[in-house]
Structure formats: structure tokens, C-alpha cells
């Protein structure tokens, strides 16, 4: 730890490995999971009451992710993410290294850390939502209506295709030494990352020092509470990161081993519905299953229905848009 905590000068630093920067990138990826997950959970007491906050939940956790990263930034110079693995941002000025941000920098990486994200799901959910439409057949008709709705979906394809490109492209500059930037993003702000230097904390014993001394003043005790508060959303995005990865790494194989359950008794109800959307009563265009009832519907008709009910419209199950699977019918 001391050499990474060395003091930087002219163009030497400590530089993090590759597999540094891309754990912390992944890590960073199970926050907002993790925060929809949680949202969804509460929700799901009183739905009728709180489930329109889920089709907010994106701008939800947007507000919870500036508050998150400005408290980091302001504290440890690194996102959430990269202070979990010791890293730090540095100035790059006039190819030399800097050991603090500027204000701007600051301001900007906050930015970026925050928005781009926000607005990459954002023009993904809106490119799925055009092909789905033209799939179900229900694309505007007028010329600039298409034009436009090609452009956003080639655009963002497109767009990112480049984007990604260009992550790998610093990370070979990187790995080969001919490039300080990790990222695109860390290269237009001048930003690189290095290694943190150790953080000093009172231990248990400094602490129990304190109060028997009656010196355990209020500045002490916010500090242990933001030490907990910090130390267990750390270890809690962690435990759900290795969970994720533990559920894919052994999801088929379990259901291999498992015998197949016999088929269930089909009720007279979903008679009525063979080959038949239950909302519309046409036959099925662009099959969407609900999960939680085993009910086939035309996507247009049962998005809008989740929305506003948050149950099945047949069986009136609790039902939520992540529960609704698409089916690819020859």
C-alpha cells in the first residue's frame, strides 16, 4: 500500500491494472439493477398505491445516483465504483500529472458518471420500443414519422457500435503504455485513474476510547454512521455483483439436472383465449407471455394494461413489466 500511496510526480503514477478498470466498470453496472430491484420490492406491498413510481424508477434512481456520486467525488475523488476498488481520479494538464481535480473536472465527471448512463438506456428502451412497433404493425405511416423513427434506431445502434469500439481502442492504447486514459470519457475530461491513498480511520478501540473519556462528540458519531451507511452499500452491491454471476454461471446446469414437472390442467377460462389475445380478442400479434399467469398477449395491449393495473388482466395476478417475455414464433 505505500507504493501506491507515493506521491505523483512529473509523468510517473501508479497505474491500475486492466482488470482493475473493467472490474470496477462491471461493478459500477450493478448499482442501478440493484436500486430497481429494491424499488420493485417495496412497491410490491401496495401496488395500487405505489406502483406508479415503477415507471419512474429510471429517473429515480437518476436522483440517487447524482447524490451517490457527488458525495464520492467530493470525498474520495472517485466514483462509487472506483473507490471500491482504491482507485482516484488525477488532473492530466500539459501532459503532466496533477494530484487533484480542478472544480470544472470535478463538475463535469460528475456529469458524465451520472447522465451518460441515464441517456444510453434511455435511447435503448426508445430503439426497442420503435422495432417492436413496426413488428406489431402499429408504425406511423407518414414519411418523416418513419425517416425519423429509422434514424433514432439505426443511429443508436450505430452510435454505440462506435462507442464500444472506441473502449477498446483506449484499452489496447493502455495496456501497450502509449495512452494514460482508461476510457473515452476519462480521456475528455484529462482524467486518469491511480491508486487511492490509504484512508486513516478511528478503529473500534479509538472509538470506545472516546466514550469512556466522554469525548464522543456528534462529528463522531455522523462519521460512524457514514462509515456504515457507505461500507454497507459497498459490500451490498458486491454480494448482489457475485450473486448475478453466481445465478448465470449455474442457472442451466441446475435446470438440467431437475425433472421436467408435469404440464398443469388447462381451465376452461384459457380455452376461450386459444390463438386470442384476451384484451383484444384478435389473434396474437407479437406474442408476449405473462409470467406470473402463463397468459399469451398481443404486446400492445397487455404493456399499457401492466402499466395501469399492475396485474393480469385475466387472472388478476400482482404483475409487473419485468415480468412480461417475449415469444419468437416461426
Aim: aromatic share 14%.
Amino acid at each position: 500500500m505505500a507504493e501506491r500511496g507515493a506521491h505523483l510526480t512529473g509523468t510517473t503514477f501508479i497505474k491500475p491494472s486492466i482488470f482493475e478498470i473493467v472490474a470496477h466498470e462491471s461493478f459500477a453496472s450493478t448499482v442501478e439493477p440493484a436500486f430497481k430491484k429494491l424499488l420493485s420490492f417495496l412497491a410490491s406491498f401496495n401496488l395500487e398505491r405505489y406502483g406508479h413510481l415503477l415507471r419512474w424508477a429510471d429517473e429515480g434512481y437518476l436522483i440517487f445516483n447524482v447524490i451517490l456520486q457527488r458525495y464520492y467525488l467530493k470525498k474520495y475523488s472517485a466514483s462509487f465504483s472506483e473507490t471500491f476498488y482504491g482507485l482516484k481520479r488525477i488532473a492530466v494538464t500539459d501532459s503532466k500529472l496533477k494530484s487533484k481535480l480542478s472544480k470544472e473536472q470535478e463538475k463535469l465527471s460528475l456529469i458524465l458518471i451520472v447522465l451518460f448512463p441515464y441517456l444510453k438506456n434511455k435511447l435503448l428502451d426508445l430503439s426497442q420500443r420503435y422495432k417492436l412497433e413496426e413488428l406489431d404493425g402499429c408504425a406511423p405511416e407518414t414519411k418523416w414519422q418513419k425517416l425519423y423513427r429509422k434514424f433514432v434506431v439505426k443511429g443508436t445502434t450505430m452510435s454505440f457500435m462506435v462507442y464500444e469500439f472506441m473502449v477498446l481502442y483506449s484499452y489496447v492504447l493502455y495496456v501497450s503504455g502509449k495512452s494514460v486514459y482508461q476510457s473515452p470519457l476519462l480521456r475528455l475530461l484529462f482524467i486518469t485513474l491511480t491508486y487511492a491513498e490509504p484512508q486513516l480511520v478511528d478503529s473500534i478501540s479509538d472509538l470506545l476510547k472516546k466514550i469512556r473519556n466522554n469525548s464522543f462528540g456528534v462529528s463522531d458519531g455522523l462519521h460512524v454512521f457514514q462509515r456504515v451507511a457507505t461500507t454497507s452499500l459497498e459490500f451490498g452491491a458486491f454480494f448482489l455483483q457475485f450473486l448475478s454471476w453466481w445465478t448465470q454461471e449455474h442457472y442451466h446446469m441446475n435446470l438440467i439436472t431437475l425433472p421436467a414437472p408435469p404440464p398443469p390442467a388447462i381451465p376452461r377460462i384459457a380455452e376461450r383465449y386459444k390463438g386470442l389475445c384476451p384484451i383484444c380478442c384478435k389473434p396474437l400479434r407479437v406474442h408476449t407471455v405473462l409470467s406470473v399467469s402463463g397468459y399469451a398477449f398481443c404486446y400492445q395491449c397487455i404493456l399499457p394494461a401492466i402499466r395501469k393495473s399492475g396485474k393480469c388482466p385475466v387472472t388478476n395476478y400482482p404483475a409487473k413489466e419485468d415480468d412480461l417475455i417475449r415469444l419468437y414464433l416461426d
